[in-house]
């Protein structure tokens, strides 16, 4: 069915021109689909064998040992290895501009032309220090078995991995499947100004496989939170820590050395120790947790059998309540949370929409944390089984309006980066100039835009399949593309991130147009996860494929277009209330019932663009103002979360310094969730708030939140 269609599709037929094409594309087919089935065994075989290895282990002092133990008992004394002292932690301001600036992602010192990492094994211990100090910090501490393979250029003696800030202990090499380890000589050539820093090893190139086993410390906090964006959080529940690690594009190498690239994938298995009571969560499926009551620590063991890259590696840890949705999703939050939120009870249901789209759901189980706003990430690719949502997503609220329209798009999206950004996986997002209108259409925006256009469709599919939703969103999407590139003044400063994924959502819509409708362009996509899962994406391979497929569809990516066939029910109500509120000509009319028919998506485009009109270049007079916060306030959409923001942007942009009081209480309480950093960034274009006093207190805010024991994930 994804390879071949005789069914017609109006303008185009999903047919080749050639019975070579044919065989040829069905050959890939049943290729990609031998690779997925082989690793679905070779899942079931590593499960099995890890619950027997954990019965022939118990009780003996390997299993139990604690590895901070078995690690500083070591002699490292000629080892090459890096002294006792700890490394001194990376600055901020240095990481922030070398790194987080840095386009595109940093390259990989590894030479994977002579030799690439076939299975990787992590055997690591948390450890807290500072425990007194605010913030507390942690370490990680343990060992690495990277398994691999000679290319056919592997003549060179030496095998280079990225590692930056790590502490080398000890290497050991074994050729025998790791009967038997000796010590192998290396050179860690670690500079904490330079990100391609590299840990050098010998090797014998004349064996064809082996496995290097690396004892290393992550060793200081400051390092590990910069470069990898974790953090120490304390809850505003209780004084528990929360940490999480994210590394794309290119951070694995600060807390595990390992070739640091998207040409690597490789099965991979974690052993991961940490201080009772807290819970770890992984990129693989657990096989197994324990409790040691002599060393109060918690094991957890897991597997991952899909390939996959260093930087799709993630670790959180914290104190978790579980909630399980059913068997494959697992809702995790802090104690005392006690939320039980509807659309969470229907998350499975919104991933077989999902997998019904472009496929299985092929990491197994999904994993969706509920994290304080003040952590401030943003959801999408933290890994390829792990939703990260903040909690202010599900804050109950006295708005009339409580559909679900923006949170399903929202986490549908995130859902569908499982498949394109973590399964279909591209270089980091290229940038031609400063403004994201300048964001050239490249593998990093084109995933994200796959999954952006992908989540309209699946939102409108779970809400009573309705379409004129879809395209509301797509319509939506495409005068937020035009805007940013026709008018200068035009500076959303809550997405300006997501220009990149929300143009190339349009031209997926544009491009049904050309090939008969969604249905060969969601055919089209499941061939491009088939052939996409163990290699780099390629824009190249993207549109030739397209192209083969559809060879008589014209695709101009740039060109400015006019939607055919799209409904406009819900875009031509919105621009109703807008031109309502904001005419060309004539008095402005305000009502609260103007609302009363629209949902959640509609209501929060009006609050966003009223303030952003093409045809009118006139500010909202202050009064027209004043009487949409009155109708807002009445209605209670103002002490919406997830509205209030929006309308304030407008209105403090527009000039109305009566909301600087709300705007600096939501940043209070907020602080780095999407709607605080947005206020943020409005106060700052603006001059900061009108009055002296508002500005002292936006500094005092700041200033605790810049204070806090974590860092912005950006």
Not at 334 to 344: A, H, K, Q, S, T
Not at 420 to 445: C, H, I, K, W
Not at 638 to 647: Q, S, T
Not at 673 to 695: D, I, Q, V
């Amino acid at each position: 069915e994804a390879v071949v269609s005789t069914q017609s599709t109006g303008a185009a037929q999903f047919l080749f021109d050639s019975k070579m094409s044919r065989i040829i594309l069905l050959f890939l087919f049943l290729t990609a689909l031998s690779v997925i089935i082989g690793a679905a065994n070779d899942k079931k075989k590593r499960g099995g064998s890890k619950k027997k290895g954990k019965k022939k282990n118990k009780g003996t002092p390997e299993a139990s040992a604690d590895l901070r133990i078995q690690i500083e008992d070591q002699d490292d004394s000629g080892l090459g290895g890096s002294t006792d002292e700890e490394l001194e932690p990376l600055s901020p301001e240095f990481l922030r501009r070398r790194v987080y600036r840095s386009t595109p992602g940093l390259p990989s010192a590894a030479n994977i032309e002579a030799y690439k990492t076939t299975r990787l094994v992590l055997n690591l211990g948390i450890e807290f220090q500072n425990v007194e100090a605010a913030p507390r910090s942690f370490r990680l501490r343990g060992t690495v078995d990277l398994h691999y393979e000679k290319q056919d250029r592997g003549t060179e003696e030496s095998l280079i991995l990225d590692s930056w800030g790590l502490k080398i202990a000890a290497a050991e090499v074994s050729y025998d499947g790791g009967v038997a380890f000796s010590r192998v000589e290396f050179v860690d050539h670690n500079d904490r100004d330079n990100a391609l820093s590299k840990l050098e090893l010998q090797v014998d190139p004349s064996e064809d496989e082996g496995i290097l086993r690396i004892h290393y410390t992550a060793p200081n906090s400051a390092s590990l939170q910069y470069t990898s964006l974790q953090y120490i959080v304390s809850s505003d529940l209780q004084d528990s820590p929360i940490m999480a690690i994210f590394n794309q594009p290119d951070m694995a190498r600060t807390w595990v050395p390992c070739q640091d690239t998207l040409q690597v994938k490789a099965p991979v298995e974690m052993r991961i120790e940490v201080p009772s009571p807290f819970t770890v969560l992984t990129s693989g499926i657990l096989a197994s947790g324990t409790h040691s009551e002599t060393e109060q620590r918690n094991t957890f063991e897991f597997f991952q059998p899909m390939p996959i890259a260093a930087q799709q590696l993630s670790l959180t840890m914290g104190v978790f309540e579980r909630w399980n949705i059913s068997e494959r999703v697992t809702v995790w939050m802090e104690p005392g949370r006690g939320i039980r939120d509807g659309l969470l009870m229907e998350t499975d249901s919104i991933l077989r929409i999902c997998e019904s789209m472009v496929g299985p759901f092929v990491w197994e189980h999904l994993n969706i944390v509920i994290l304080p706003d003040k952590m401030g990430y943003r959801g999408e690719m933290l890994g390829p089984n792990t939703l990260y949502l903040p909690v202010s997503m599900f804050a109950a609220t006295s708005s009339p309006i409580q559909d679900d329209t923006l949170r399903v798009q929202r986490l549908t999206r995130q859902m569908f980066h499982s498949w394109f950004g973590n399964l279909v996986t591209a270089p980091a997002v290229q940038y031609s100039g400063e403004r994201s209108s300048d964001m050239r259409v490249g593998e990093r925006s084109m995933v994200a835009g796959i999954a952006e256009y992908l989540s309209y469709h699946a939102t409108a599919k779970f809400l009573d399949n309705d379409r004129h939703l879809a395209d509301f969103f797509f319509y939506r999407s495409k005068e937020y593309v035009d805007n940013l590139a026709e008018n200068p003044e035009y500076y959303p400063f809550f997405k300006e991130d997501i220009a990149g994924a929300r143009k190339f959502s349009v031209l997926m819509r544009k491009i049904e147009g050309q090939v008969g409708g969604r249905g060969p362009v969601l055919k089209f996509l499941r061939i491009v996860v088939l052939f996409s899962v163990v290699e780099d994406f390629s824009s190249d391979e993207f549109w030739g494929l397209l192209h083969t497929l559809f060879p008589d569809a014209e695709i101009d990516q740039e060109s400015r277009f006019e939607p055919e066939g799209w409904s406009s029910r819900y875009w031509t109500a919105c621009r109703e209330v807008i031109e309502s509120w904001n005419p060309v000509t004539g008095e402005p009319s305000v009502k609260a019932g103007q609302l009363n028919q629209l949902n959640y998506a509609q209501v929060a485009y009006i609050l966003e663009n009223v303030g952003y009109e093409r045809s009118s270049q006139v500010p909202l007079p202050l009064t027209t103002l004043k009487r949409i916060t009155s109708v807002l306030k009445k209605t209670g959409i103002y002490r919406d979360a997830n509205m209030f923001y929006r309308w304030a942007l407008t209105a403090l942009a527009q000039g109305d310094v009566s909301l600087d009081e709300d705007a600096l209480d939501y940043i209070k309480n907020h602080e780095q969730n999407p709607g605080a950093r947005a206020l943020r960034a409005a106060f700052s274009a603006l001059g900061g708030p009108w009055n002296a006093a508002n500005k002292k207190k936006l500094k005092n805010i700041e200033k605790k939140i810049e204070g806090s024991g974590f860092v912005a994930w950006n």
